[in-house]
């Protein structure tokens, strides 16, 4: 291993480390004692804050309040991490406290001219795909704080054009279709619900005793979102149509994939129009629709559609 990689290696290993020993180092790279003594005087010199503790039991210490230590990256990860930073930029909001435009500039300061150049003509024929988001979602940040900590919330949400009151227990934010959706359990009666983040006028932590960890509601199975009204669904559609359901799905449904091409879900009440209105996308792909109930759903809307060209 070259002396660069171990040097890069070193800070990543040491990073969580509130102390450590020059065997630590002797023992992990399989370097002599003069060799670790050479690096750590390197790992001082790129700005990790450790210092020696003389006696008999000395150590050397990382301070704990630092800034992150420097990582080196090669070109190439400089450049995929740049290319990732871009496609912030289609967020009008973010759960990171952060300028897209200051970190472009920091980005671009760590950057040779060369580099610079570089990026600029990657930038004319590199194109990554990202939905265009035109909504704020200003409580990004505490529904990602309200996670990590494990605390709920009472939000008002406009529902309808009006405005609700809820006491939620989320456990995931996802970007999808150009918004922001929050996953949680409504603690008043224990269901699963999606809310739209921008739809949120208001957002107070709560103190009150969760219900469920965390890691219960991101490992369940989707049976666990389930109320006792669910109705079941089965869509069979054809291989090629397959493409469609990855580009957009949600957590109610599954694809299985074998002799037959079939997606597998459940919607609640109150929620047959959004069902019906999503199968709708997939056309002519469709095969067959269980139950009769969703198909009929589905058949009158294209009726519907089709009376609309007929008057127009």
């Not at 580099?115 to 990657?122: D, F, L, P, R």
């Amino acid at each position: 291993m070259k002396k660069s990689e171990r040097l890069n290696h070193m800070m990543m290993y040491l990073n969580d480390f509130d102390y450590f020993n020059l065997s630590d180092l002797i023992n992990k790279y399989n370097i002599s004692r003069s060799t670790a003594l050479r690096d750590i005087a390197s790992l001082e010199e790129l700005g990790m804050p450790i210092y020696a503790e003389q006696g008999r039991y000395g150590r050397y210490v990382i301070l704990k309040n630092r800034l992150l230590s420097p990582i080196i990256f090669t070109i190439d990860e400089v450049y995929a991490l740049y290319f990732a930073m871009l496609t912030l930029k289609a967020y009008e909001s973010t759960p990171f406290h952060l300028s897209i435009e200051k970190l472009n500039e920091k980005f671009e300061n760590c950057l040779s001219g060369e580099q610079i150049k570089e990026i600029n003509k990657m930038k004319k024929v590199l194109k990554f795909e990202a939905s265009k988001h035109n909504s704020v979602s200003q409580f990004l940040d505490k529904i990602l704080e309200s996670i990590i900590n494990e605390i709920s919330c009472k939000i008002k949400y406009l529902k309808n054009n009006k405005t609700v009151n809820c006491h939620i227990q989320f456990f995931e934010i996802s970007s999808k279709f150009g918004q922001w959706y929050a996953s949680g359990i409504e603690l008043k009666s224990n269901k699963y619900k999606v809310f739209r983040c921008d739809k949120m006028t208001s957002l107070e932590f709560s103190n009150d005793k969760l219900e469920f960890p965390i890691e219960k509601l991101i490992n369940a199975p989707l049976e666990f979102y389930q109320s006792d009204k669910s109705i079941q669904f089965e869509v069979e559609i054809l291989d090629s149509a397959k493409d469609i359901f990855h580009k957009e799905n949600y957590p109610s449904m599954k694809i299985e994939l074998g002799t037959k091409t079939i997606i597998k879900g459940f919607f609640n009440v109150g929620e047959e129009e959004f069902i019906s209105d999503y199968f709708l996308r997939y056309g002519t792909s469709i095969k067959s629709v269980k139950p009769q109930s969703l198909k009929s759903i589905i058949y009158e809307k294209i009726k519907k559609i089709l009376n609309h060209y007929e008057e127009i």
